[in-house]
């Protein structure tokens, strides 16, 4: 279940800064060897946030890509691309890939 | 005996302490905490007991408690960085807090214990504004609030009322006040955020309706309203509103001195004196 590597790695930008600084200056090399599918992978390099939402990623989480500017994204992209997603009454993705949360 | 003398609910939103410092003390977010404050030296508290939801720092997915409580010494924080926020190190009351699990526990209560542990703004940034001195012990008992599933409204006024029975029990002469930290609407880095914005307020209507049930004391209501739906209807952090239902049940069924909303974030300022 690789989601909870893509939810670690989100808060891993903001616990350990060598990871942040890794994922600013070279995204790929930074998630080479860690445990996610090539979907996972990359929507992640492309910073493609609604993707993971409906993968079943935490929104909480990934925001701290968007609060430390990784994988081309800043609050304004991150939230145009979020707001995009099509969510039910409770803020689920309509379009949900994960039944995990 | 120990006894309850007075209760709080608390907004923490991460970036108030860099709005204050950047506004000055006339601004609307210090003059609410300064008010609170106040409040809080009058009371005169020993000891804060602390209803949080953890934002995925002190815990996270791969280990998730519905409840816990911190039993330790000390603790520190914020470690998630707030701006304007120094780290803490926060005294805390270990043997109350014991004292507390164990009453929990034997209630019913499978309370998790967490020692050696740090917390985030949602402990950090309303003690930055409380007690900056952190000359008062806080223990923390946390709630999951954000990650379905919740545990129910139900469930939180009474655990809130077995802590409040545990501090009843306690043999010595403390003070207590008792904090639930929180929005009751608010979404964070979803899609129902705001336009251009980190966090939006997806049903200010709830907000108006727990203020009122807060003002009524209609906690019998608030809790058959605040139902799982209900409170990510209201956000993805929706579900910290449990942390003042839990604060309620450990303060008895009172009416508050005041409730003070800034509906632009979907929170309020409360504070119970009797």
Redesign the interface.
């Known amino acids: 279940m690789s989601i909870?590597t893509v939810?670690?790695l989100c808060?891993e930008l903001?616990r350990d800064h060598a990871f942040r600084a890794a994922m600013k200056s070279d995204p790929t090399r930074a998630l080479a060897h860690k445990d996610l599918t090539t979907s996972e992978r990359e929507a992640l390099l492309t910073g493609d946030v609604g993707a993971l939402?409906r993968m079943g990623a935490?929104?909480?989480?990934?925001?701290y890509m968007?609060?430390f500017e990784v994988c081309g994204l800043n609050?304004?992209i991150?939230?145009q691309r979020?707001?995009?997603?099509?969510?039910d009454?409770?803020?689920?993705?309509l379009a949900r890939l994960s039944r995990v949360? | 005996m120990a006894q309850i003398v007075a209760g709080f609910g608390v907004p923490h939103t991460p970036v108030f302490p860099f709005f204050v410092k950047r506004d000055g003390p006339d601004c609307e977010i210090a003059k609410l905490f300064a008010a609170q404050a106040a409040e809080l030296a009058t009371a005169s508290p020993d000891v804060i007991v602390m209803f949080d939801t953890d934002?995925?720092?002190t815990f996270?997915?791969?280990n998730l408690p519905i409840f816990a409580i911190g039993v330790d010494e000390t603790f520190t924080g914020p470690n998630?960085?707030p701006r304007e926020v120094p780290t803490y190190t926060i005294p805390s009351a270990p043997d109350l807090a014991g004292h507390i699990r164990q009453a929990a526990i034997a209630a019913g209560f499978d309370v998790a214990l967490t020692q050696q542990f740090s917390v985030d703004h949602s402990i950090a940034v309303p003690l930055h504004f409380l007690t900056p001195r952190m000359h008062v012990p806080v223990i923390p008992v946390f709630i999951s609030g954000?990650?379905?599933p919740l545990p129910s409204a139900q469930r939180c006024h009474a655990l809130g009322q077995t802590v409040g029975r545990a501090i009843a029990s306690w043999p010595s002469a403390l003070r207590i006040a008792v904090m639930g930290s929180g929005s009751f609407s608010l979404?964070?880095?979803?899609?129902?955020?705001a336009?251009?914005?980190?966090d939006g307020v997806?049903d200010p209507n709830w907000v108006t309706r727990v203020i009122s049930y807060l003002e009524q004391a209609q906690i019998d209501m608030l809790i058959a309203q605040a139902t799982e739906?209900q409170l990510?209807?209201a956000?993805?952090?929706g579900g910290e509103l449990l942390n003042w239902i839990a604060m309620l049940g450990a303060i008895g069924n009172r009416k508050p001195s005041y409730v003070a909303p800034q509906m632009q974030n979907g929170h309020a300022y409360g504070v119970w004196r009797w």
């Not at chain 1, 935490?58 to 925001?63: D, I, P, R, T």
């Not at chain 2, 979404?187 to 955020?193: D, F, I, S």
């Open positions: 909870f939810n670690y808060r903001l939402f935490n929104a909480f989480l990934m925001a968007a609060r609050v304004e991150y939230n979020m707001r995009a997603e099509k969510v009454d409770q803020g689920r993705p949360f | 934002h995925l720092n996270f997915l791969d998630d960085e954000h990650v379905p979404e964070v880095g979803g899609p129902r955020m336009p251009g914005r980190s997806p739906k990510f209807k956000g993805n952090v």
